[in-house]
């Protein structure tokens, strides 16, 4: 492989590590929380879980965020609104309400009709969860919805755009707006989230090259964790675990570790996943929802708890185990439905290219 093969692929296996993290992420809110106030709560194994998920917060999107902007830089920076519109923008939002619509009613119907002893999934808000239609438009308009990542896309390379020649403005508006994110002062967690992660997307693209080039030496990584650290510490002192430090420090980890795994190996899998996160994406949602109401409430209905052997089990191997399922079956969902119309599932119909026209037998 080419080196520059090898610096394309980092950023596939960095893209994928994140998706698995978004997945175990949802996973633990929707079926091990729940199952952890049957097991029981002061469970040992079942609270290292939690914290491991807490402290993975600062990798998922932010560092999700950043290779998206660094991804992005080309269409902001080089091209027409002309030439970029409809695959930047138009795209992203129609695939970001399309889903919201059908994760709505799936989600719904799971939860109404697939419930055992009206086991489901409780005081989630979103639109998947939404009691009316006007309370779904108000949670799609505000980023409350679990395809969130793409709605955020959307709004910040319009903003990136706009700003292409005022880039420290930008960020530094973006900044502010991290600050006042982090400390919950906007309504619902879909404007905090896009409020919050603005600034990696806006660095990413602007200055992902040289962030990039910058971290290819050793001692320049190190000045950099040696600079974080301690400003990370204090903001968690304040109670901002998620601080712009803290973040920094995970994606500078993540591009190093990624790069260095490419460099000694070729993890193909992981970045197959890379180059596909947004099947995964769209469709786990539903995957994890029919694990969390079938699968735990039909553990609960059964008592499977109750067995010691079962629930340590349970608690050392279910999240690697509904990763790896609600990813396969996400991937199994896709392949079925990724073709004739289906393909509008995914993409907006516009930018549809036809299949090549099999080629006749002489």
């Not at 707006?177 to 603005?198: F, M």
């Not at 596909?276 to 969390?292: F, G, P, R, S, W």
């Not at 609960?300 to 340590?312: E, L």
Request: proline content about 3%; aromatic content about 14%.
């Amino acid at each position: 492989m080419s080196g520059n093969d090898r610096e394309i692929q980092w950023i596939n296996t960095l893209k994928g590590a994140c998706i698995l993290l978004v997945v175990l992420h949802h996973l633990m809110l929707t079926s091990f929380i729940p199952s952890l106030g049957v097991i029981g709560e002061e469970s040992a194994l079942g609270q290292w879980w939690l914290a491991l998920n807490a402290h993975l917060t600062p990798l998922r999107m932010p560092s999700f965020f950043f290779i998206s902007g660094l991804l992005a830089a080309g269409s902001v920076i080089q091209k027409t609104w002309r030439e970029v519109f409809t695959k930047r923008v138009v795209n992203l939002l129609y695939v970001y309400l399309l889903w919201c619509v059908i994760q709505w009613a799936f989600v719904s119907f799971i939860n109404h009709y697939l419930s055992f002893d009206q086991w489901g999934v409780k005081n989630m808000v979103g639109t998947s969860y939404a009691d009316s239609l006007n309370q779904f438009m108000v949670y799609s308009v505000t980023a409350m919805a679990n395809t969130w990542y793409l709605y955020a896309l959307a709004l910040y390379f319009v903003a990136c755009k706009l700003f292409k020649n005022n880039a420290v403005a930008l960020i530094l508006l973006s900044v502010a707006g991290n600050y006042i994110a982090a400390r919950g002062l906007l309504p619902g967690w879909g404007p905090n989230s896009v409020a919050q992660n603005a600034l990696y997307f806006c660095v990413g693209c602007f200055y992902g090259r040289q962030v990039v080039a910058f971290l290819q030496h050793r001692r320049h990584v190190l000045a950099v964790l040696l600079v974080s650290l301690p400003l990370a510490l204090l903001h968690a002192h304040f109670g901002m675990n998620k601080s712009i430090f803290h973040c920094a420090i995970a994606i500078v980890l993540c591009v190093v570790i990624c790069r260095e795994v490419n460099a000694r190996m070729t993890p193909n899998s992981l970045n197959w996943l890379g180059k596909n996160t947004l099947q995964v994406y769209v469709i786990h949602k539903i995957v994890t929802e029919i694990i969390a109401v079938c699968g735990v409430g039909a553990l609960v209905h059964y008592h499977a708890f109750g067995n010691w052997t079962f629930s340590a089990v349970w608690l050392l191997a279910f999240p690697f185990v509904g990763v790896a399922l609600s990813v396969c079956v996400s991937l199994g969902i896709w392949r079925l439905i990724n073709r004739g119309v289906g393909r509008a599932l995914f993409q907006y119909p516009g930018m549809i290219k036809p299949l090549p026209a099999m080629a006749k037998l002489p």
